[in-house]
């Protein structure tokens, strides 16, 4: 409808202003008539050809006006016809009827189907007839009123509906709009109208309204809640049985309110999901509870569908009222639960006595499936053992039709027997006859277990060889047996009402005892051993049980002690654990008891945050003893040296003996590691002192290592005493009679570099080495020259590691020499295999100096070149590194010089790092100088770095060796280098390195990058503007870095003090004064140094951010800068002679 709507308005529009023209040209037509006749007259045929001038008289003057007249008529003309002729065209083709009329309503025109409607032949016959000489005269009046009205008051009369009588007499409906149509001079001159016939609508609609009459009076009817909610949960219709049950009076008390306002709190998350299901196009089913206005709860199912309420989304729901149903549902479901949750087994026979139901716990208790007792006589669970007389009574209480109630033996499904609680009675109908007997089974067999066991209980508790006591909640002695008085000495009522108490011996702690009936109370029983007293005083061991007995109520009720007498047990474990950690000779602890005093004391020193100082002290001498006077004179000897190096130590110190001559002390509570140096020097002291044994002065002396804990790394107690081991070695070696601290710093760093060793050495074993291949190009031609091959640990856990993180670990180590012949290998192979598919390229690889300096180097290299035949020494080139290259000269010269006799190619890697001398470079007689990278990268916004460059490339040049850079990140590293005649490089901005099997489809498509395109080598006269350029670099970086805070040093902030600046002034060529360029260089750099100075007046100003988020406009200010200059160096002017 929308369309519609816009479509008659743009037809409006387009009429209105179309008919404008049709008017404008009727109203020119009498002008068009007198221009015609006077070409008639001025014999030019009928045609507006321009008039012949004749002189310069006013005639002729006129004469020429009257020309562009001409002109301009017959161009309006033609116009004219064109829109008339689009109007009719548009007109003629919509179905829209479309009609005109003049200020007396009478017609002008109309299209086709307007006239049909009209019944007249065609448009045409409609000119000059009003409305009452058409079909619709009836209504004519009723049009020519609407017609006068928009006439007189110049306002449109747009989409109102109207009645229309058809040329066969019918009514059709009419939605029609009126606008004034209006001449040149915006007069009212008549009219212009359209309408669409909206019959087939106006009769849906009636349609629609009848159906929706139906639908009502059917819901108002409905015994059934119908409700309509929107997308919001706001209730926006309800039947009168939907209020009804919700106790609402009319329909304005919940209209518009949340639909949760009626439903149970506890439904709303599942109401809240089912709504959102509902309007997401899915019908919902759902049953919930409501509360009423008046605060009655209902149960409701509902059945919901989604709708469009007045184009919203909506959901209609039908509810009925179930709670009458669930109610009842409910108490069947809980009889039946009841039924079957009950425990006891219930069985319901008719009078034969023939089972015809049973609950599941009978099932439970008899193992018997419920389809296998219905049917049969409820003797069948009977047996040889079940007692007559219980079932002579149970069958008199059958006949009499009165109750039993007792206990009886029955058989199991599997031939079991168990105890019955079983009552039987009768159930009578509502004549008061009995038609069926119920009996209620409950399992008493755990009670007739338990009271089994009490009596074998009792038998036990009077004949045990254990001590048993008992006593109530209250702590209080109720019972005691025999052997408890043998054992105490206590007889039976020296201790009944007594509280266990008396036993106490004084050994235990009060916290024992309180953490002992924690556990009782906690777990129901305790296990342990007590120091309990005898009667006559005597202090005896015991171990004891102690265990709570509860009532049904699941309180104490009665403890239970059970006691032996294990004294002499306990002697016997003291003398064993005595001899199990201590020493024999010396009595001092042995390596089991030291290993368990050490552990204590790690973890004392950890919890205090003291230091732990362990001392390996081995006898120096003591073998000499020995093997001179004998074990015996050598064992007294180590037996006062243990009661003199005890005397010094303290009390809470540990000294133990491992064997032989070694003992280890424990020094523990120290606050700081110097504080042992007083008690070390007085070990080393009572060890040295001279000792007489017999008639013999001996001396010995003692070394000793030290360690202390805790440590930067985790030790364990094994660790300390290997340490203290390792330092008591290094002080034998340093001299003996002394101490020696370990380093543990130094150990670490060497287990770490062991252990680092070896994993190198494991992966070199499990090939998990592999080789990138980063390209080396000439960036000028754009031929890829070569390849570097760098190797990378491809490691089964930390992914891809760089060389840096281990070639520095194997560097003076024989792995260094594997390692590199596997890289060799590993390139030959791979060159091998470019060579079968016509990719024939230079591969360099590294040697390291180790390797180089190999006595058989030439004849490995040559052995792995003989493994491939098809390859040529010249397709290897080995890197060395400058500084490994002069740690040898004579050496290496050699070597390079019996390699190039082969054919091999050497490059000297990191030229320029070393301190080499010009006749080390001479002499030196290596192909390729490679720049190190640390330059390279450097070289835009440092100056040194670029006359370092120019400087290596000077040399290169003058000792006819070629030099390729490495490092070459971005673009305008390379545009330098180009400048500086440097075109061979290899870095990220060519390529990063890359696995082999990329390499070869990279080489086949890349290209220099544009920007290389036409740059030439610059001239010595034209450098300085390069230099200047690196300058100005420099300096914007500086003031950026003070921007951010990175450094404190701000650069001279006058356009003329800067070094750049400086050179603008005095050190330019005068041949750059006459360029535009040059004077647009002065500009900008005036323009960068202002820019600058603002944004340090916003950062003095605390606006730091703001100074910041404008750093890019300097940088955009560098670069236009920096490329005016290249256009300066390489000629580029012709963009600034304007």
């Known amino acids: 409808m929308q369309q519609g709507l816009w479509l008659i308005a743009a037809l409006l529009t387009l009429l209105s202003s179309g008919l404008i023209w049709w008017v404008l040209g009727r109203e020119l ?122 006439i007189t008051t110049g306002i449109p009369k747009l989409f109102y509906e109207e009645p229309q009588t058809t040329s066969d007499g019918h009514i059709t409906w009419l939605r029609t709009s009126k606008v004034p149509l209006r001449n040149a001079d915006n007069q009212i001159i008549g009219i212009l109208g359209m309408y669409e016939d909206i019959t087939e609508r106006k009769l849906a609609e009636q349609k629609i309204v009848e159906s929706e009459s139906r639908l009502r009076t059917i819901i108002e009817n409905d015994p059934e809640c119908v409700k309509i909610v929107d997308t919001y949960g706001l209730l926006r219709q309800m039947n009168p049985a939907g209020l009804a049950m919700i106790e609402a009076d009319s329909l304005t008390q919940v209209m518009n309110k949340p639909i949760l306002d009626i439903i149970a709190p506890e439904y709303h998350q599942l109401y809240s999901e089912s709504h959102k299901q509902v309007l997401a196009g899915k019908a919902m089913e759902l049953q919930y509870e409501t509360i009423g206005l008046k605060g009655t709860r209902r149960w409701m199912e509902s059945h919901a569908v989604p709708i469009l309420d007045n184009g919203a989304p909506a959901y209609l729901a039908v509810t009925r009222d179930v709670t009458v149903r669930k109610q ?46 219905v049917g049969r006589n409820c003797r069948f669970m009977q047996g040889v053992l079940t007692e007559p007389k219980t079932l002579c009574a149970i069958h008199q209480a059958i006949e009499s039709a009165t109750e039993f109630t007792g206990e009886i033996l029955n058989y199991r499904k599997d031939g079991s027997v168990f105890w019955n609680e079983l009552t039987v009675a009768p159930m009578c109908n509502e004549h008061s006859q009995v038609t069926h007997f119920v009996g209620i089974a409950r399992d008493i067999s755990e009670r007739k277990q338990v009271e089994h066991k009490l009596q074998l209980a009792a038998s036990v508790f009077s004949h045990a060889r254990e001590g048993i006591l008992i006593t109530n909640p209250a702590g209080e002695i109720v019972d005691v047996n025999d052997m408890f008085t043998h054992i105490t000495g206590y007889s039976r009522e020296d201790v009944l009402g007594q509280n266990p108490r008396i036993l106490s011996s004084g050994r235990q702690s009060k916290d024992f005892y309180i953490s002992m009936w924690q556990d009782i109370y906690q777990d129901g029983h305790w296990y342990g051993e007590v120091w309990n007293r005898r ?39 003291h003398q064993l654990e005595h001899i199990a950690h201590y020493d024999a000779l010396t009595d001092l602890p042995n390596r089991i008891l030291l290993a368990d005093r050490l552990h204590q004391g790690m973890v004392q020193a950890q919890r205090h945050g003291q230091k732990l100082v362990l001392v390996y002290l081995d006898l120096d001498g003591f073998k000499a003893v020995n093997d001179t006077y004998g074990h015996e004179v050598g064992d007294q000897l180590l037996i006062e040296l243990a009661k003199r190096m005890k005397q010094v130590l303290r009390e809470e110190d540990t000294l133990a003996r491992l064997g032989g001559d070694e003992f280890v002390a424990i020094l523990l509570n120290l606050s700081d590691v110097e504080n042992c140096m007083p008690l070390l020097n007085r070990l080393l002291a009572v060890t040295a002192d001279p000792l007489v044994i017999g008639d013999r002065a001996l001396q010995v002396s003692a ?23 390792h330092a008591m070695y290094q002080a034998k070696l340093a001299g003996k009679n002394r101490y020696h601290i370990f380093d543990a710093a130094l150990d670490l760093n060497i287990r770490n570099h062991h252990e680092s060793l070896e994993r190198i050495r494991h992966a070199l074993v499990n090939d998990e080495f592999v080789l990138y291949y980063q390209p080396k190009v000439n960036m000028r031609t754009g031929v890829v020259t070569g390849a570097e091959a760098l190797i990378r640990w491809q490691h089964p856990e930390l992914g891809l590691v760089p060389p840096a993180d281990f070639l520095s670990i194997i560097e003076d180590h024989p792995l260094a020499v594997e390692l590199g012949e596997w890289v060799i290998k590993a390139a030959l192979s791979q060159m091998s295999d470019w060579h079968d598919v016509g990719l024939d390229i230079t591969v360099s690889v590294n040697i390291s100096a180790r390797q180089l300096q190999q006595s058989d180097f030439v004849e490995r290299l040559t052995a792995l070149m003989l493994a491939y035949p098809q390859m040529t020494p010249g397709c290897i080139e080995l890197e060395i590194l400058e500084t490994s290259a002069l740690e040898d000269m004579l050496h290496v010269t050699q070597v390079i ?176 004064e006459l360029q535009p360029v040059f004077q647009h260089i002065l500009v900008l750099h005036q323009q960068v140094h202002a820019l600058a100075r603002e944004l340090l007046a916003l950062y003095a100003d605390n606006q730091q951010l703001v100074s910041l988020t404008r750093l890019d406009e300097l940088y955009a200010q560098r670069d236009a800068l920096l490329a005016a200059l290249r256009d300066l160096l390489q000629g580029n002017l012709s963009a600034y002679d304007r």
Request: with cysteine; net charge negative; glycine share 6%.
């Open 703 to 725: 070394s000793l290592g030290v360690t202390f804990y805790p440590q930067a790394e985790d030790a364990d107690a094994d660790q300390l005493l290997r340490q203290a081991d």
């Open 29 to 150: 037509s009498s002008l068009f008539t007198a221009i015609k006749t006077l070409a008639a007259v001025t014999d030019i045929r009928q045609s507006l050809q321009p008039l012949p001038i004749n002189g310069d008289d006013e005639i002729g003057e006129l004469i020429g006006e009257v020309n562009r007249l001409l002109i301009i008529l017959a161009q309006r003309e033609i116009a004219i016809a064109e829109n008339r002729n689009l109007l009719l065209t548009i007109i003629n083709t919509t179905q829209i009827r479309v009609f005109w009329k003049d200020r007396d309503l009478r017609y002008l025109g109309c299209n086709i189907v307007f006239a049909k409607d009209a019944g007249v032949d065609d448009p045409q016959s409609i000119v000059g007839i009003d409305d009452f000489q058409l079909v619709w005269a009836d209504q004519a009046e009723l049009y020519r009123a609407d017609d006068r009205a928009v």
């Open 897 to 1072: 010089e019996t390699c190039q006799k082969i054919g091999f190619k050497f490059a000297l890697d990191d030229f320029g790092t070393g301190y080499s001398s010009l006749t080390y470079l001479k002499h030196l007689p290596a192909n390729m100088l490679k720049i190190d990278q640390s330059f390279v990268r450097g070289m835009l916004d440092n100056p040194d770095d670029v006359a370092i460059l120019d400087g290596v490339l000077g040399l290169a040049k003058a000792f006819r060796r070629q030099v390729i850079a490495e490092g070459v990140e971005t673009i305008a590293h390379g545009a330098m280098l180009l400048q500086l005649g440097c075109d061979l490089a290899q870095g990220y901005a060519i390529a990063r390195p890359m696995p082999a099997i990329d390499f070869h489809v990279w080489s086949t498509t890349w290209r220099p990058d544009i920007a290389w395109q036409d740059l030439h080598v610059l001239s010595r006269d034209d450098l300085p503007l390069l230099f200047a350029g690196v300058e100005h670099r420099a300096w914007i970086a500086s003031v950026s870095a003070y921007l951010r805070e990175e450094s404190n040093v701000l650069p001279p902030m006058d356009h003329h003090q800067c070094f750049f600046g400086i050179w603008l002034d005095t050190k330019h060529p005068a041949k750059y």
């Open 535 to 573: 009667k006559n005083g005597e202090v005896y061991a015991e171990m004891l049980t102690i265990s709570a007995v509860y009532d049904a109520d699941g309180n104490p009720a009665q403890f239970v002690g059970l006691f032996s007498d294990i004294t002499t047990l306990k002697e016997h474990e």
């Open 328 to 373: 009842t549902d409910e108490k069947l479901r809980l009889s039946d639960l009841a039924l079957k949750t009950v425990s006891q087994g219930i069985i319901i026979s008719d009078i034969h006595q023939e089972i015809i139901w049973v609950n599941d716990a009978f099932t439970t208790i008899t193992g018997y499936d419920r389809h296998e007792v």
